[in-house]
Structure formats: C-alpha cells, structure tokens
C-alpha cells in the first residue's frame, strides 16, 4: 500500500510539475500560438501574475488627492516579455523636466499613454513631440481614468497648452462612472495603497502560480463555488460614451479651448463600437457648446495583432509609431 501510494503520489507531482511548465511556456511565447482557447488562457495567466507599475515601490508613491502617481527618479520596470526603464519627473509623470514648462501638447490617458512595456522616446507622446517639434508632455499614467486624468492636467501649466490628446480605455469605466455620479474622486487612503503593493510584491513569485491560476479559473468558469455579489455599477442606464461625455463637459476648458483629439485604445486590442457609439451620441453636443475642436481618431482601424505586446496586450513600439503618425496628422493646422 505504502509502494502504491508513493508511486502515485509521485506520478501526480510528475504530472503538476509537467503542467506548470507547459503553462510557463505559454505565458513566455512572446507570440499567440493561432489557437484562440490558448491565446485567452496565456492573457488569464499573465494579467493574473503580473506586477503593476503603480504599486512597484521604486516605480510610483501614494498621492492623498489621486492615489499614487509615478515616484520621480529612475526605475526599471518589466514582466514576462520586457524590461523598461521609467524617467520621471517632478509631477510624477514619465517624461523630462522641461517637458513641464508650458507644453504645447498635454498626452492624457493610463498604461498605454504612460509607455507601458516600451523603453524611453519610444511612447507615442515622445515620436509626437519628435515629429512636430513641438513641446509635448507625457501625462499618462498606469490605471488613471479619465476623472483623475483631468485632476491631473489642474495640476500642470497649460498657459501654452494648445491640444489635449486623450486616451480612453474601456477600464476607464468604473471610474468615470463613479466620478460623474458622486461628483468627487475617491482615491485610495495610504493604507490601501500600501496594502496593494505589498499585494504586488508577490506577484510573480513561486512555483505552481499558474496552475493555481488555471484552477481557480475553472472553479470560477464552472461556478463551483459561491461568488461574491458583484457591487452595482453606478448610473447603469448610461452608455460608457456618454459618461465619458458627461465627464468632459463638465470640465473647465478655459476661455481658449484647445484641440482635443480623443481615441480609444484596449488592451490587446479588446472592445468593439465605441468610438462609434460615441460620435453617433446626441449628448455629443455637450461638448460643442465647450468650443472645443473635436476630433475623434478610429485607432482600432490602424492597428494589427502583432502591434500589441503577447500575451501583454499593452503597444509595441510599431503601435506607439502608428498611433502618434495619426495623431500628428490630425492636429488642426492651426497648431
């Protein structure tokens, strides 16, 4: 009996550790492997273990008014598939000092603004400021909705600011909607935060995280086990677009509105429709009445598969090129 159940017992530890390595290879490809099951299941595994930026000690810091911004200085970031290095300034934003004094170009958005995954001069608000040779500043920063992304342009000098480029992503929701509902941004108390990098710091680490990743994913998939009630998403009877809407005409644009060139950009190139939903919205007079001039980028149409990191799904340098080339060709001559 004792022979029977060593044999097994060594048999399943054969078969664990056999599992964990072809799940290893599968976050490390670098490359879909074309089948769509597998692709998803390497995404689940990554996000599921990696580090975030936002909470890497070296990388970001507690803000009591936003939560955290970057920590000025210099880090290295990476995950599975790369490894940058992050120059940030004073503001806590990815960028140089003198990028700070009066820009002409404020870059607003979260990760994919920031340059999440690419090394310095590489994100599209750099290869901007590049090709226009105007003074642009990279105010993008890791997880930011669009609520706190305007909280942070209060913060900079825009006595020169003539374009806004924004970026929205679909995890922008939930902020927003909190924002517009409330009226005010709840950012997370010191000790949250430091409750999430120490969160963080596991990330990563050990033997077996993914095959314990795969198994809670079937408990969850084949419901196995109580889920918690998910908390109700706030002013539900609204459409993301006309959130974002809401968000934008309520904010102060001055008595010189700029050009804001608005798109969206998903991790992995996720999402359907919304661009479109949003140019169709009748709420979309909202910001007319602002004097803004308007324009709206279809993103999604420019980029391919291989233009998102795998199973990352955050820009490739060739992403970032395509997005600031569309930029930069719709900036009004004016500017």
Request: a negative charge.
């Amino acid at each position: 009996m004792v022979r029977v159940l060593s044999i097994n017992a060594l048999l399943l530890a054969i078969l664990l550790v056999l599992t964990e390595a072809m799940l290893t290879w599968l976050v490390a490809r670098g490359e879909p492997t074309g089948i769509g099951a597998l692709d998803r299941l390497a995404r689940k595994l990554y996000w599921a273990n990696v580090s975030y930026v936002q909470y890497e000690p070296d990388c970001a810091k507690h803000d009591r008014e936003l939560g955290y911004t970057l920590r000025p200085g210099k880090c290295n970031f990476s995950n599975r598939g790369f490894s940058s290095e992050l120059f940030v300034n004073s503001a806590g934003l990815r960028d140089d000092e003198t990028s700070l004094e009066a820009p002409e170009i404020i870059v607003l958005g979260d990760s994919h603004a920031m340059g999440w995954g690419v090394n310095e001069g590489l994100s599209f608000a750099d290869l901007i400021e590049l090709e226009t040779g105007k003074k642009t500043l990279n105010a993008g920063v890791s997880s930011y909705g669009t609520a706190r992304e305007l909280q942070m342009l209060s913060r900079l000098d825009t006595s020169n600011m003539s374009t806004v480029v924004l970026q929205y992503s679909d995890n922008d929701a939930w902020e927003n909607r909190t924002f517009l509902a409330s009226g005010t941004l709840n950012a997370m108390s010191k000790d949250h935060y430091e409750a999430l990098v120490a969160s963080n710091a596991t990330a990563r680490n050990g033997f077996g995280r993914y095959l314990f990743t795969l198994v809670n994913e079937i408990v969850a998939r084949f419901g196995l086990v109580d889920q918690a009630d998910a908390e109700v998403m706030p002013l539900q009877e609204m459409k993301d677009p006309d959130v974002l809407i809401g968000i934008l005409s309520q904010w102060d644009w001055g008595s010189a509105p700029p050009q804001l060139i608005l798109f969206e950009i998903n991790t992995g190139g996720r999402g359907g429709n919304f661009m479109k939903v949003l140019s169709e919205s009748p709420k979309l007079d909202k910001l007319g009445s602002k004097e803004l001039d308007l324009t709206l980028l279809n993103i999604s149409s420019i980029l391919d598969p291989e233009d998102y990191l795998f199973p990352d799904g955050h820009l490739t340098p060739e992403g970032h090129r395509k997005v600031a080339a569309a930029v930069v060709k719709a900036l009004s001559p004016e500017n």
